[in-house]
């Protein structure tokens, strides 16, 4: 009878397979599933409510990931490349330096700022690429590839190193748990206070490969394919 328990996975890839609604599939799974295993029509529902809440902030990104496409559709992009070629003395390096500092301080106060998708893809891209045409003339295509990868470890470095920085992040309550299943007792403050100097190596590495790129895309000059 246990097996029985787990008609709900049958319910999903028949669904899948028959290209069915998505949310319907998982729902109607969902609510299979807690019939044969005892459970009351209510209880299925209040279970299903508290899940949706719990993931309410996927239904903000998926919504954020929208307008996202909708700003690029209509030159976002072409428009944060053109403001930052405006700007005098900007380079590609300055402007992944200027977004390491602001990233890893807001993770720090634990502030949501960034994101590969909402900032990274729109903004720091086409704005560290404005900044390395306006200096080298166009870019080849190894060099644009080089600035995306860069842009995305930056967006990388800054998230990872900084959001430990605050007092109750999630990396900090981890760590803190992992260590006391160890036997060792520790507090999310002193975890916090460790984690500010590996957040300044962090900003202090980024500085050093943004230099590094700029003297990349700089090397030879403006050549493309």
């Given amino acids: 009878m246990v097996t029985i328990k787990l008609i709900g996975i049958i319910i999903i890839i028949i669904g899948f397979l028959l290209k069915l609604d998505t949310i319907a599939v998982v729902i109607v799974a969902g609510i299979t599933t807690g019939l044969v295993s005892g459970l009351d029509f209510f209880t299925i529902l209040s279970t299903l409510g508290e899940a949706f809440v719990k993931t309410r902030y996927m239904t903000l990104f998926?919504?954020?990931?929208?307008?996202?496409?909708?700003?690029?559709?209509?030159?976002?992009?072409?428009?944060?490349?053109?403001?930052?070629?405006?700007?005098?003395?900007?380079?590609?390096?300055?402007?992944?330096?200027?977004?390491?500092?602001?990233?890893?301080?807001?993770?720090?106060?634990?502030?949501?700022?960034?994101?590969?998708?909402?900032?990274?893809?729109?903004?720091?891209?086409?704005?560290?690429?404005?900044?390395?045409?306006?200096?080298?003339?166009?870019?080849?295509?190894?060099?644009?590839?080089?600035?995306?990868?860069?842009?995305?470890?930056?967006?990388?470095?800054?998230?990872?190193?900084?959001?430990?920085?605050?007092?109750?992040?999630?990396?900090?309550?981890?760590?803190?748990?992992?260590?006391?299943?160890l036997g060792i007792i520790v507090t999310p403050y002193s975890v916090s206070k460790a984690a500010i100097p590996v957040a300044i190596i962090g900003l202090i590495f980024s500085v050093i490969q943004n230099h590094m790129l700029e003297k990349k895309i700089s090397k030879i000059g403006g050549e493309s394919k």
Avoid: W
């Fill in 62 to 181: 998926l919504l954020t990931l929208s307008v996202v496409g909708i700003l690029e559709r209509n030159g976002l992009k072409e428009r944060a490349s053109k403001c930052i070629g405006d700007m005098k003395s900007i380079t590609t390096g300055k402007v992944l330096t200027m977004y390491m500092i602001i990233r890893t301080l807001a993770a720090a106060f634990s502030v949501r700022l960034g994101g590969h998708v909402q900032f990274i893809r729109p903004l720091i891209y086409p704005m560290a690429q404005g900044a390395g045409e306006k200096k080298n003339g166009a870019l080849s295509d190894d060099k644009n590839e080089t600035i995306k990868g860069v842009a995305c470890a930056v967006e990388n470095y800054g998230n990872f190193y900084g959001q430990n920085v605050f007092v109750a992040s999630a990396g900090v309550l981890l760590v803190v748990g992992t260590l006391q299943e």
